[in-house]
């Protein structure tokens, strides 16, 4: 409206003649309108795509029953005062139990009753739900739950003749501008589909998950549809809806879903029985490439990722790879940061090898990376700290690769690592992190669970502790 009206204006303010020569010398460029040629054409709509995946997207009800007595903390009683003692679903729980529940979305995706959510839909809870489009409810099964994706997959117990998997899509064909659907279960008000386009594809920075790869899109997705579906135009699965952008708790047309590409290598851990997910061992840390360096590598833009360092006897150094080396591709997939690396490479199997495009200096060539699991060189010996010490409440393990791989820490190869933490505990209150390793205890080094066993039944007026916390160490003095 505003741009005719400028039209109008400007041919208003000429004299009448020289508006009338202006008109005739513009070409009539508008296609030529056409009625619609059929009761197809009249009736486009989405609803064929939305009744062929609607009924594979499910509804995840989580909970686990605490007993009353449980000590709260602050946060515990913020929700209770305002939230009340359950989620949005169901009664207050039974007398002398709290009831915490979670609503989340899921998507059938194996005819055996298999359904992939979001870890953080069931994370901490026990019991879990499964209600189908048509309202009918299951009870499920954990089978695996994979916090470093955001993924977990359960199961129905005794999943209904009939059940019909949503089909994977193959997210690497998707472009910026591609229409898509999200459907889920936005704030418990039943199944509900929005539309909108791919926004952005490989977003990184997202922060909900190790693997930093995310569709972006503008279809309205809210609280509840967490775990649900993110669908093409022919019905497939081209990822899971898993987080928004938002300032109020509601949309604002910012949404991410996890790729189909890991969805699809999650389902396929959970089909062969496996509990957990098990990915490549790389053995190298890996850096951004900077426009400076770029610049004196002769490439034309930043891309592909630096190797910062690499373990002894790892398939990265068996590989030939040296500190310093660019990794352009694998297998053909460019990557453009540390984060499209990582979860390129978490793609790939645990057997055969990887083709790495590699440029060192201003020389490319390819090389072949042995594919295989981190290996568990020593046991962990858990070991949680319950004397009166700067670790109690701490729970601390051996160092190995595949500890390294689990926590995404840059380890040495020996050490004792700290696994994790209970919040308001003397550890937690000392400063202490999640992956930060223990070099010593008051200047006597530590390189096993039984050497922190040992030192901490010892009572010490103050206490000094060395750690390594991501390459840089640190020496604290704590009173006794």
């Known amino acids: 409206m505003r741009r005719s009206a400028l039209l109008v204006a400007l041919l208003v303010s000429l004299s009448p003649d020289m508006a009338s020569a202006q008109i005739m010398k513009t070409p ?50 913020f929700m209770r005062r305002f939230f009340g003692e359950d989620g949005s679903r169901g009664g207050r729980g039974a007398p002398g139990e709290r009831a915490q529940r979670s609503l989340g ?17 069931i994370d901490n809870m026990n019991e879990v739900r499964i209600a189908l489009a048509d309202r009918r409810e299951f009870e499920a ?10 993924l977990a997959v359960v199961k129905i117990k005794t999943p209904p003749a009939g059940l019909v998997p949503m089909p994977f899509g193959d997210a690497d064909t998707l472009e910026v501008g591609d229409f898509v659907m999200a459907i889920g279960n936005p704030f ?19 922060g909900s998950s190790d693997y930093q790869f995310f569709i972006q899109t503008d279809a309205a997705i809210n609280p509840g549809n967490s775990g649900g579906a993110l669908v093409d135009l022919q019905g497939r699965l081209v990822g899971i809806n898993t987080a928004i952008y938002s300032q109020s708790g509601g949309s604002h047309g910012i949404g991410f ?38 610049e004196s590598m002769e490439l034309d833009h930043p891309t592909g990722v630096l190797v910062a360092s690499l373990q002894p006897k790892s398939p990265a150094e068996e590989a030939g790879l040296k500190r310093g080396d660019l990794i352009l591709t694998i297998d053909g997939k460019v990557v453009d940061d540390p984060e499209a690396f990582g979860y390129r490479f978490a793609l790939k199997g645990l057997s055969g090898s990887a083709k790495f495009g590699i440029q060192r200096g201003t020389t490319r060539s390819t090389v072949a990376v042995k594919l295989g699991p981190a290996p568990e060189t020593r046991p962990r010996d858990a070991l949680k700290i319950r ?78 502790v060395s750690i390594n916390r991501g390459g840089t160490v640190l020496t604290s003095v704590f009173g006794g």
């Open 188 to 206: 418990g008000v039943g199944q509900t589909v929005t539309q909108g386009i791919v926004s952005a594809l490989a977003r990184t920075q997202v």
């Open 387 to 464: 004397t009166r010490s700067p670790f109690m409440g701490a729970t601390l393990v051996n160092t190995s690769p595949a500890l390294a791989e689990e926590l995404q820490v840059d380890f040495p190869v020996e050490g004792v690592a700290i696994a994790s933490v209970d919040d308001g505990s003397f550890a937690n209150r000392a400063g202490l992190q999640k992956g930060d390793v223990v070099l010593a205890i008051n200047g006597t080094p530590v390189s096993a669970t039984k050497d922190v066993e040992k030192l901490t039944r010892t009572s010490f007026s103050a206490w000094e």
């Open 28 to 77: 009539d460029v508008a296609p030529e309108k056409v009625a619609p040629q059929g009761r197809a054409q009249v009736q486009l709509s989405f609803a064929p795509v939305v009744k062929r995946a609607a009924p594979a997207v499910v509804n995840v009800y989580a909970s686990q029953v605490e007993k009353r007595g449980a000590s709260r903390n602050a946060m515990d009683e």
């Open 257 to 294: 879903a996890i790729p189909a590409s890991m969805v699809h290598a999650v389902v396929e851990t959970a089909k062969a029985g496996a509990s957990t997910v098990r990915r490549p061992w790389l053995g190298a840390r890996v850096q951004s490439v900077t426009p400076d360096i770029a």
């Open 105 to 121: 979305s899921g998507v059938v995706v194996d005819e055996s009753g298999l359904v992939i959510t979001n870890n953080h839909v």
């Open 141 to 150: 099964t954990i089978v695996l739950r994979d916090p470093r994706t955001d």
